[in-house]
């Protein structure tokens, strides 16, 4: 079974400094797939970022960068140059692979509410 | 490009009715889902599908019916409403097949009360 931990329910940051949000993950699957989605007050779920496990290198969208370290299964969102649009609700998710038959499904954590300070 | 439509965008029902709750997607994707988003339990997977005719449960199927008879249509029952189904409901949608990259898209959501 797979589990998302979100360790940080709410997060502060000021504008224009980096913020790093936590996502660890337990899979027992040596292929998987970790997302983070943006959800804005308005309530629609964006895409942000995709790190494959078998990825060497971390992904990187613009002032998104996802620190993954597979040995400490945790893959970390971090937003450079913070800006009062980044705050949201911040989810981890993280994918079955596809051997097990089982499809597309992704498995969420629980969120962290960034707050961009001005 | 609509992407994924989902209808309606509120609903509020009593206990005990029933309703459909629809989603559509333009983008000729094989897989699509059902979720739902309660106050610090992020999105639980309810129903999927990977293709017309096939459809599974997710985590949480309990009081919940869905069918695919198009590619384009997956839509959500709810068969006897209750008030623990008051919640927002996501439909999204992606490619099924080749990279594991493939990202879901996901519709705007709809808020359901049950009283």
């Known amino acids: 079974a797979q589990k998302i931990t979100q360790t940080q329910p709410g997060m502060f940051v000021q504008e224009k400094e980096a913020v790093t949000l936590d996502c660890t993950y337990d899979?027992?699957?040596?292929?998987?797939?970790l997302f983070w989605y943006k959800q804005p007050s308005s309530g629609e779920m964006i895409f942000l970022i995709y790190?494959?496990?078998?990825?060497?290198q971390n992904a990187t969208e613009g002032r998104y960068s996802l620190n993954f370290q597979k040995a400490r299964k945790s893959a970390n969102l971090v937003i450079s140059a913070s800006q009062l649009g980044d705050s949201a609700m911040y989810f981890c998710?993280?994918?079955?692979?596809?051997?097990?038959?089982?499809?597309?499904?992704?498995?969420f954590g629980s969120g962290t509410q960034l707050t961009v300070l001005p | 490009n609509a992407g994924v439509t989902q209808t309606p965008k509120f609903q509020v029902l009593k206990t005990g009715q029933s309703m459909t709750l629809q989603c559509a997607q333009d983008?000729?994707?094989?897989?699509m889902s059902w979720y739902r988003q309660d106050p610090g339990m992020g999105l639980r997977l309810i129903h999927y599908?990977?293709?017309?005719?096939?459809?599974d449960q997710g985590e949480v199927p309990n009081g919940y019916n869905v069918s695919r008879s198009t590619t384009e249509d997956f839509p959500l029952r709810l068969l006897s409403a209750a008030p623990s189904q008051t919640s927002v409901y996501f439909c999204?949608?992606?490619?099924?097949?080749?990279?594991?990259?493939?990202?879901?898209?996901f519709g705007a959501g709809s808020r359901l009360t049950v009283l």
């Open positions: 999204a949608s992606s490619l099924a097949g080749g990279s594991g990259a493939n990202v879901l898209t």
């Open positions: 899979t027992s699957d040596p292929s998987y797939g």
């Open positions: 790190q494959g496990s078998y990825d060497q």
């Open positions: 998710a993280m994918r079955e692979p596809v051997s097990s038959g089982s499809a597309r499904q992704l498995t």
């Open positions: 983008m000729n994707h094989e897989y």
């Open positions: 599908s990977v293709g017309a005719g096939i459809t």
